[in-house]
């Protein structure tokens, strides 16, 4: 396993022209509709307007996105035959039911996987704050926590073979690996505390606790195109619930 | 290997307003922030790996939940531990949430429904100490926070993944899911809490000068 | 305040709540606006504090102070806007992702309008002589571009007054000039005070007007010009002839997975009992990646290293080279101290660590007791006993990390830059301390870009070149 060294895109890619608040706002709609779906028509419909998607987040070659999605799919699979091993439906209503739940797990899970790719966290984190609101010494120090994770990955390395040097090796025995890893991530964890408050007296020492209001030097737009993309996510919805009603499938959580 | 001192300047914790520690004020200092991030950031690492390894390893889990449920008490360490070191109102939340970011940004196949879990399970476990009106951080205190966090899971999974299940099974994956998570994410979040403060990292918060 | 900064101590003194001892006490000092000043004395003097407290940054609720500490007139933490500070670890003072936003966060911290922010940003790009741009990532940068950039942020503002805390501490020598070169660069139209605190006194004499020492017992000293720190005295050495082959690296090299440039070319390393070999060269050479190999920590990518029979008696499979080993039996023969000494701890007593290594190798608890007393006697530890391990300093936990690693009297001991952000006394501490693991029968192996560790100990040197592909 070696960690990704950097989080986000390495450049713009054409879903990244919508504006992180936008996306999460689809994000949230088609969530929101999904959660309270229950029928076949709705994730699928919802689906295929995701996969519309996937080239303009630069997941265009279908190897990349399967190799960002297979554990996802995976699993999705494994949903539909768990429901039917231990549900108490029967027969082709069993695998029908199945495939209706992993569907929907696809189709809530895609949507992130797509802002993901498409999104730089600092972008993220400048959208927010300006447009949501959200409390710029949260956003910011997180952002200044969120540097750190290519340094911990390269430190979780260093530890284990540190460890390995100390006489300390897994073997195969799993109890031994169990004790293994809580060791080293304890050592990774005291790393990172003691790492976290020195950057925390960095920014104060930088005037991050002044209590005067921060400006944002990159600043973040909203213009038409996000618009336009919220209403369009909110019209994939009602057209979704609309398919889905019209086709007699519409059954949603509740009833 | 990466380049870090050692630099041990028990001048910097005092930088760090200790003061507002002992006098339990419930504004958040910007190391109260910082480090509750990086708790999140964290796990959000330890979260993506193992994913990874479930995914892999995962078939035989895969064909029966009930025995990953067990495990299931890593995931929900954030939400518990991060108010029992900084010790401040949504510390559990802010962690967990941190956490599925991170697990999302790293590439996590499960994207929005990371986020999801995430926010929710940081919320059923922040109530534990909510329950408490966020002043004392105790066994107690930690254990209801991660039967609760645990519950959520368990809904969450119930409700998204697992609905045609019978009511014994359902009960049963709960039941599993609670009972790791009081012990991996309640009595490991006090123990590992005790272990940080013995290491000297807590020392500019409460929690790593009074005994719990 | 505009301009630079008049500094004023009188009497000046501070205790931390916690403790009896007085920090820092009886400082009086006066810095005129625009002066460079190099505060100098032995670790526990307090120039952390000091500095510290110039920086607005001891809450005075932390502790008792004791006379005057004026900044222009006003108390620190009234000016705190008005100063620039720098640490030790870039990594830990580094917030954003892209330099120029780096630079730009302290600007936004104080409500700079947008506009004119990025002008502010660009010019102490330049002041400092940063010119990668402001996208570049600050991960890909060197321990000294790092610190070039904290510099750059911490000049945006034009601070009255720029704190320098350790600044080189944690940087090999190229990036420690770079970033001298870089102060001097940026306080040469004298618009900003500087206080320096540096335990590479030497290098940073030409660079300052004054220098001041702090006293242990509290006061200072102002030393005159041409004053020079009293040399550190090194053990006395006597050579050992080699003696047999302990472990040999031939043409080893490696490349990490996925990664077009090796991270060590293809090279030869041999280590003779009684022999000490220091790898040195500049960073980027892979000077720590040959440590991990000749460690058995890392397995090469071409080349093997080859033990010899001294260290391979006793294997239950004598034929495979040392990454293969069991860590039970590497542990006995080949002892690694890595550059970051906490990453080695796994228990919470020092008493616990040092019985540990034997323990692994098999030894009963009663003999890992014994050997466990017999390091600590040996390596001034027995006070520490029962202390966790993560709570001793620097220098404390360095020399643990050598007591763990001797614990169970390896043949070979490798270890990585181990007097990495020593100050002073540590550093000559340690030497000593390694010096007398010399004891002709042992192979010592140190990965260091400390040239005075080279003289103070190695009896072969082993200098790696420059990769190719790399500026």
Redesign the interface.
């Known amino acids: 396993m ?1 960690a990704p ?2 989080l986000g895109p390495a450049r713009p890619v054409p879903l990244s022209a919508v504006n992180p608040v936008a996306q999460l706002t689809a994000i949230v709609l088609v969530t929101g509709v999904l959660l309270i779906s229950g029928d076949l028509v709705t994730p699928a419909v919802l689906l295929v307007v995701d996969l519309a998607l996937v080239p303009a987040a630069g997941l265009g070659r279908p190897a990349d996105l399967f190799r960002r999605t297979w554990p996802l799919l995976f699993s999705a699979a494994g949903v539909a035959w768990v429901n039917v091993a231990f549900g108490s439906l029967e027969g082709a209503a069993a695998w029908q039911s199945g495939a209706t739940w992993a569907l929907r797990v696809v189709a809530l899970a895609l949507p992130g996987v797509l802002l993901v790719a498409a999104t730089d ?2 972008r993220l984190a400048d959208a927010l704050t300006v447009h949501w609101r959200v409390s710029t010494r949260f956003a ?1 120090g997180s ?2 926590a969120l ?2 994770v ?2 911990l990955a390269a ?1 979780w390395e ?2 284990r ?9 897994a ?1 195969g025995n799993p109890v031994a690996s169990a004790r293994l890893l809580s ?1 080293t991530a304890f ?1 990774l964890l ?2 990172a505390i003691r ?1 976290a408050t ?2 925390a ?8 606790d ?1 209590g ?8 973040s737009v909203l213009r038409p195109l996000d618009g336009w993309f919220v209403a369009g996510a909110a019209a994939a919805c009602a057209v979704a619930v609309t398919a889905s009603v019209l086709t007699g499938a519409w059954s949603p959580v509740f009833s | ?12 914790d ?2 760090v ?3 507002d520690a002992a006098r339990g004020t419930s504004r958040w200092r910007t190391v109260d922030i910082v480090v509750t991030a990086v708790l999140g950031v964290a796990f959000g690492v330890v979260f993506w790996a193992w994913n990874l390894l479930w995914a892999a390893v995962g078939t035989a889990f895969v064909a029966f939940p009930p025995g990953q449920a067990f495990m299931y008490g890593v995931w929900l360490l954030p939400a518990v531990l991060a108010p029992l070191v900084v010790r401040k109102a949504g510390a559990g939340l802010f962690a967990e949430l941190i956490a599925a970011v991170v697990s999302a940004l790293l590439g996590s196949a499960w994207g929005s429904i990371v986020l999801l879990y995430g926010l929710l399970q940081g919320a059923a476990g922040e109530a534990g100490y909510a329950v408490f009106g966020w002043r004392r951080y105790g066994w107690p205190q930690a254990v209801l926070s991660a039967a609760l966090a645990g519950a959520m899971a368990a809904v969450l999974d119930l409700y998204n993944y697992y609905r045609d299940w019978t009511t014994g099974w359902m009960t049963t994956y709960t039941g599993l899911i609670v009972i790791s998570s009081v012990v991996v994410a309640g009595i490991g979040g006090v123990a590992l809490t005790r ?1 940080l403060a ?4 807590l020392s500019s918060f409460a929690s790593g000068r009074t005994r719990v | 305040m505009i301009g630079p900064a008049a500094i004023r101590l009188a009497g000046w003194g501070f205790r ?2 916690s403790r009896r001892a007085w ?1 820092v006490r009886d400082v009086d000092l006066s810095v005129a606006p625009g002066e460079r000043v190099l505060l100098t004395g032995t670790s526990g003097a307090g120039k ?2 000091l500095l ?1 407290a110039l ?1 607005g ?3 005075p ?3 008792d102070t004791a006379g005057e500490l004026t900044l222009d007139g006003a108390p620190a933490d009234r000016r ?2 008005q ?1 620039g ?1 720098v ?3 870039p ?8 330099a120029g ?1 780096d630079v ?11 506009e004119r ?2 002008p502010a ?1 660009d010019a102490a790009l330049d002041a400092v002589g940063f010119t990668l741009g402001r996208d570049r ?3 890909a940068l060197s ?1 000294g571009e790092k610190q070039r950039l904290v510099l750059a ?2 000049l945006a ?1 034009r601070p009255g007054l720029l704190l320098l805390d ?1 600044p080189t ?2 940087l090999d020598p190229e990036g420690a000039a770079l970033v001298r070169a870089t102060v001097v660069r940026a306080v040469a139209d004298r618009s900003a005070t500087l206080v320096v605190v540096d335990h590479d006194v030497e290098s940073w004499l030409p660079l300052v007007d004054r220098v001041v020492e702090l006293l242990p017992g509290g006061g200072t000293v102002e030393h005159p010009p041409g004053w020079r720190p009293a040399p550190l005295r090194l053990p006395a050495r006597r050579p050992h002839p080699p003696g047999e082959q302990l472990l040999a690296a031939l043409a080893t090299g490696f490349t990490h ?2 990664s077009g440039t090796p991270a060590l070319l293809p090279t030869d390393a041999e280590l003779r009992a009684g022999r000490t070999l220091a790898v040195t060269g500049p960073n980027g050479t892979g000077k ?1 990646t040959l440590a ?1 190999l000749l ?1 058995g ?2 397995a090469p990518t071409t080349g093997t290293v080859r033990p010899g029979p001294a260290l391979t008696a006793g294997l239950r499979r004598p034929d495979r080279p040392p990454h293969r080993w ?3 039996e ?2 006995q023969r ?3 101290v ?9 228990t ?1 007593r020092v008493r616990d660590e040092l019985s ?2 034997a323990l ?2 098999g030894a009963g608890n009663a003999t890992a007791a014994r050997r466990a007393e017999e390091l600590m006697e040996r390596l001034g530890l027995a006070l520490l006993a029962e202390a ?1 391990p ?2 001793l ?2 220098g404390q ?2 020399r643990l990390s050598v007591a ?2 001797l614990a ?1 009297s390896p043949p070979v001991l490798v270890l ?1 830059e181990p007097t ?2 020593q100050d002073r006394e540590t550093w000559a501490e340690l030497v000593a301390l390694l010096a007398a693991q010399q004891d002709g029968e042992r192979a010592l192996c140190l990965v260091t870009h400390d040239a005075a560790v080279v003289t103070a100990l190695a009896d072969d040197v082993l200098t790696l070149g420059r990769p190719v592909g790399v500026p």
Request: glycine fraction near 12%; charged fraction near 15%; charge should be positive.
């Open positions: 070696s060294l950097s966290p600092v910011y952002l200044a540097r750190l290519p340094l430190e260093s530890i073979l540190a460890r390995r040097a100390r006489g300390v090796e073997g060791g050592a005291v790393g790492r020195r950057l007296t960095a920014m104060d020492a930088r005037g991050f002044s005067v209001v921060r400006t944002n030097a990159r600043g | 290997m990466p380049a870090q001192g050692v630099w041990r300047s028990t001048v910097a005092a930088a307003h200790p003061s272990a013995a290491s000297g990292a | 931390h709540a920090a952390s504090t510290r920086g940054l001891l809450e609720e932390s502790g705190r806007q100063v500070m640490f030790q670890d990594d830990s003072q580094l917030v954003m992702t892209r936003d730009a966060f302290g600007l936004e911290n104080t409500g700079t309008p947008p922010i990025w940003v990532a600050t991960a321990g942020g911490a503002p350790e501490a944690q997975r996925g720590s991990l460690a920590l890392r069991p860590a039970g590497l542990v080949i002892g690694t890595f550059q970051q000494p906490e990453h080695q701890f796994l919470g540990l290594g692994r190798a966790n993560f709570t300093s620097g936990q360095r763990t690693a169970t990585d990495f952000g």
